[in-house]
Every structure is written in C-alpha cells, then in structure tokens.
C-alpha cells in the first residue's frame, strides 16, 4: 500500500507488559508530539488518512508487536521495529500482538484507539464490505438463520439472550479485516501460508469482542469453526466443550456457505443444505439440524430473501 514505509530490524528487543491502556504526551513542540502509546493486547486500533497533507507519523513499536492488515497482506513488526505514514489514502487496521507499547511522532495527530467497540464493529462489517462484499452479506444471513433456529428451538435453546446471540452472529467473522482480501477471494486451494491467515479469523473475531461482549459472545465466535468430532478449527475442540449456541452459529455459517455462490462452490438448494447437514451427527448437534430442517421444509426460511447490507 502507498503511504507507509517499514523500517525493520532482524533481532527483537525486550517485551515488556502492562496492562491499561494509555497515551503518555513524552514531548510536545508547536504541532510535534512524541506520544508513548500503551495498548492492550485485546485492542484494535486504526490508521486514519491524515486531514493534513503535509502530516508525518512514525511508529517505534517499543514492546509487544502489531499485525497491519494492508490491502495486499498482512505485515507483522515486533519490538524494535518501525513504520512511517505519509499520504494513506485508507483506514488500516492494526491488531497488538499482546500488550504493545508504541512511540508515536507525529506533528498532525491521527492514531486513534478504538474506545466504542459497538461503532467499531459495525464500521468494521461496513470495511469488510468494502474489500469482501460476500463476507458481509454472509454475516447477515448468519444472523438471520441463527435467530430462526433460536427462535424454533424454544425451551430446548441454549441459555443466552437472544440478543446476544444476534451480536455473535453478526459480528462472528470480524476477524477476517486480518485476512487479506485476494486469500478471501482466492478461488483455487489455498496454500499453507495462506491457510493460516483463515484459520486463525475465528481467534481474532472472539478476540476482538471479549472486552465488550464478554465471554460468552467471544465463544460463539471464537468456536464457530469447531465441529463435535474434534474436526473443527481452530483448536480441535470436541462436543464437551462447545457451546450450544455457538453450534448454532456454527449450523447458521455452513448453511449459508452451502446456499450461497461465493464464485467457486457448488450452490446447494435450501433443502439439498438442510439435508447434507443433518446427515452429519457427528460434526452437528441433531437438534440444531432437525429445527433447521423444520424451518425449511415448512418454508419458514425462504431462499433468496438475504439481500446484501
Ligand atoms: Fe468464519
Ligand atoms: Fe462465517
């Protein structure tokens, strides 16, 4: 991407940890400030375009390290690494590795952290739209066929608000700002590098929502790649430790992957979906299937009616 220039290092230096996150103003001369950045490890925080055209920043990550998710792959720097900005045209995102300090000059301030996750999130879907269109259609229709299930499943349910479960849902994929948008878009196998990028999206997503959401709405996302039999992604967790209601986004996400034409898969009808699923016990919870199965042959969800956001 234009606009940001790296400047790396091969040793790493001491990482040093804290906890709260916090701006220390180290120097201040006219509009030039040498800020301190501490961030924790669970926050997201955005490159902005400077208003300014003249503006100049330059990031020393001092401890912890950071992943920018650039337009053309994501770019990692530990300690004792920098980056230079000048002349972004678009928002980057930048995940810490851990708890991160950052030495910032700048003599046109523009790093902002991400204090309002709910604004944050729903830019980010807006972002991922931008890059994926399919991605963010598909976290609408997670959330339509997740709350469709939810609702049939009644007194038999998972103990969550339904609510809650409709943030999940939603918001189950926002990890994938990381991944970079021709490996989403890839048509042909993936390569193991590549690979990785996908398989590490669901940590990122519960990573991302734990501070504001909790632990319970972190799970669905972090666990709706999993699958009972242990074949899942990406811990390989088995049917113990799997909650129902991320097994439920679970069923939502690989019906709407099944139904919907993502440029390389063979589209399956709503029916030949619901069937293929439920003639997988081993891999998903019988009575998630069975509702959806319902909700279908009885034509509760109709095919065609997720439109893109
Ligand atoms: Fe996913
Ligand atoms: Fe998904």
Not at 211 to 218: D, L, M, N, R, V
Request: charged fraction near 25%; include cysteine; aromatic fraction near 8%.
């Amino acid at each position: 991407m234009d606009g940001i220039r790296f400047n790396r290092r091969t040793a790493e230096g001491e990482i040093a940890a804290e906890n709260e996150p916090s701006a220390e103003l180290l120097a201040k001369q006219g509009d030039l400030e040498v800020i301190l950045y501490r961030i924790n490890g669970e926050s997201v925080v955005w490159l902005f375009p400077a208003t300014d055209p003249n503006a100049i920043e330059y990031f020393f990550v001092h401890a912890g390290g950071v992943d920018l998710a650039m337009d053309d792959g994501l770019v990692s720097l530990g300690a004792g690494e920098s980056f230079s900005v000048s002349g972004l045209t678009t928002d980057v995102p930048v995940k810490m590795h851990g708890d991160t300090e950052i030495l910032y000059v700048t003599n046109c301030p523009a790093f902002e952290q991400v204090k309002d996750v709910d604004v944050s999130l729903k830019e980010l879907l807006t972002r991922i739209n931008e890059k994926d269109h399919y991605t963010s259609r598909h976290s609408k229709a997670v959330l339509q066929y997740s709350l469709a299930i939810y609702d049939a499943m009644q007194d038999r349910g998972p103990e969550i608000s339904r609510e809650d479960l409709a943030f999940a849902a939603l918001f189950h994929d926002v990890g994938k700002c990381f991944v970079p948008v021709e490996i989403l878009q890839k048509p042909d196998k993936l390569e193991q590098a590549e690979l990785r990028f996908i398989l590490r999206h669901p940590v990122d997503s519960g990573r991302m929502l734990l501070p504001k959401f909790g632990e319970q709405i972190a799970e669905i996302a972090r666990n709706h790649h999993e699958r009972l039999d242990g074949t899942g992604y990406p811990r390989g967790l088995r049917v113990e430790d799997i909650s129902l209601s991320s097994q439920i986004v679970a069923v939502a996400d690989a019906f709407d992957a099944m139904t919907s034409n993502r440029g390389y898969n063979i589209v399956k009808t709503f029916l030949e979906a619901a069937e293929e699923l439920a003639s997988l016990p081993h891999q998903y919870d019988t009575r998630i299937t069975s509702v959806l199965m319902q909700l279908v042959s009885s034509g509760a969800l109709e095919e065609g009616v997720i439109t893109g956001v």
